[in-house]
């Protein structure tokens, strides 16, 4: 064999090894697919570090006990996606709810705004912000459940009145569901949170789940 005929050789051996491997890797995934079930519904949550549970363990957060308490109804069919991100803003939600897309989500829970209102950030902009995320998600058929928000007076009553009345205004616009407040029962209560008063323990987001649950059995 000559040199040229070997290195020719040892071309196509190694091109087979990359179809080869190719293949593989399209029917690994093509299996994988395969075992997603038909049914399957798929809720995700974006949100801040009230969502992605901060301080606790990553089972103890409400989006994960929301799948828990959906399966103790027998609703296994339902798949829970966490999008919540520490310290996030409104700044980026549609985004990241176009990366979350990919997944094929049926249900969003939208859970941001709070870090907006407690760093003092424009209102405008939360809204518009909110408004956007809330209109693509309506865009590609999601079930859109948003989450109410309240903050303290530390900004004057009008800031704090219009960032309440923000999530209100929006819900009706786009005709969506509204949970009026995401902390109900949690928040201002030293049981159900952390040292910071402001992140809720185990206890909290065992009822933030609760409150969670009844608006997305509407849509499931």
Not at 30 to 45: C, M, P, Q, S, T
Not at 143 to 166: K, S, W
Not at 211 to 220: D, F, N
């Amino acid at each position: 064999m000559t040199q040229s005929q070997w290195i020719y050789s040892s071309k196509w051996k190694h091109r087979k090894w990359l179809y080869g491997m190719t293949a593989g890797i399209c029917l690994w995934l093509a299996l994988g697919l395969a075992h997603v079930r038909a049914d399957e519904i798929r809720v995700l949550f974006l949100g801040d570090s009230l969502t992605a549970g901060l301080g606790v363990d990553k089972d103890q957060a409400y989006p994960a006990v929301v799948r828990d308490l959906l399966t103790q109804k027998g609703r296994t069919d339902v798949t829970i996606i966490n999008g919540g991100i520490s310290g996030a803003t409104t700044a980026g939600a549609a985004s990241r709810l176009t990366w979350h897309l990919a997944a094929g989500p049926h249900v969003l829970v939208l859970a941001l705004g709070a870090n907006d209102g407690l760093r003092g950030l424009s209102l405008e902009n939360m809204a518009d912000n909110l408004d956007d995320t809330i209109a693509l998600a309506l865009e590609n058929s999601l079930c859109v459940i948003l989450a109410g928000m309240e903050i303290p007076p530390n900004y004057g009553p009008d800031y704090t009145r219009q960032f309440r009345e923000t999530f209100k205004d929006l819900a009706e616009k786009h005709q969506i569901r509204l949970i009026p407040f995401l902390l109900d029962k949690v928040g201002g209560v030293a049981s159900m949170n952390q040292a910071d008063r402001i992140h809720p323990n185990a206890a909290g987001h065992q009822q933030i789940a609760r409150t969670v649950l009844p608006y997305i059995l509407e849509c499931l």
